[in-house]
């Protein structure tokens, strides 16, 4: 079956720095990708949507200049956190669609704990 | 805009118990409906899905949903519980609004008790 890879997995590090997270389609091509948080006991919230060769679609609340998106290729997208603070620790977990179609599944990478200090 | 609601948050069963969780979504257009299973230190997975024909729709596991227009509504069941279901389980759809992405619902955490 379809399988995503996220890197790392957990990443604690200080107020201020900035935090890069891998999102690879391991055997299909993703033309679509999404970035979701997801807080202690709640629900998967989507931060972003981002097609290959363009800029990502950011949905409403969520900074763009805070969460940098790149979708390089096909089979990697990467989220950056900048000047990360603790406010945004929390759970990402990124998914690939290997059609832009709505009634195709989406795959889901393992998530990534991003914890500041 | 679309939106989920799971109302069961925790359900507690007994191995062999049957299950039945709630979904029910806001939008009144065509939906493509989906059930994912969080296993503890997991990624989401996918167990079902609909968008088109038949309601009653098998997924793996022995799982099973039935989309009721009428109701708005897209419950997910099991005949037979077993302690490996222990997990979250979430619903999510995606509507014919050009919105790409899923809503999902806030997930219901299974404990099955041997």
């Known amino acids: 079956g379809a399988v995503v890879s996220q890197h790392p997995s957990w990443v604690i590090c200080k107020s201020g720095t900035s935090v890069k997270i891998e999102c690879r389609s391991l055997?299909?091509?993703?033309?679509?990708m999404f970035w979701y948080r997801q807080f202690p006991k709640q629900s998967l919230m989507l931060m972003a949507t981002?097609?290959?060769?363009?800029?990502?679609?950011?949905e409403q609340g969520v900074e763009k200049d805070k969460f940098l998106i790149n979708h390089a290729s096909l089979t990697l997208s990467t989220l950056t956190v900048t000047s990360a603070h603790p406010e945004d620790s929390s759970f990402y977990i990124c998914?690939?669609?290997?059609?832009?179609?709505?009634?195709?599944?989406?795959?889901f990478g393992d998530g990534t704990r991003l914890s500041i200090l | 805009a679309q939106s989920v609601s799971q109302h069961n948050h925790h359900v507690i069963l007994s191995e062999a118990a049957s299950l039945e969780l709630g979904c029910n979504y806001s939008?009144?257009?065509?939906?493509?409906l989906f059930w994912y299973v969080q296993y503890p230190g997991q990624h989401l997975q996918l167990l079902l899905k609909?968008?088109?024909?038949?309601?009653l729709v098998k997924g793996i596991k022995g799982f099973e949903a039935e989309f009721i227009k009428s109701k708005f509504s897209f419950n997910l069941r099991k005949p037979s519980v077993q302690w490996s279901d222990t997990a979250e389980y979430f619903c999510?759809?995606?509507?014919?609004?050009?919105?790409?992405?899923?809503?999902f619902g806030s997930g219901t955490r299974l404990q099955v008790q041997p």
């Open positions: 998914s690939a669609r290997e059609w832009d179609r709505v009634d195709q599944p989406q795959h």
């Open positions: 055997d299909f091509q993703a033309t679509t």
């Open positions: 981002s097609n290959e060769g363009s800029k990502a679609t950011y």
């Open positions: 939008y009144g257009g065509t939906v493509n």
């Open positions: 609909y968008f088109s024909g038949d309601p």
């Open positions: 999510a759809v995606n509507a014919d609004t050009g919105r790409r992405a899923l809503t």
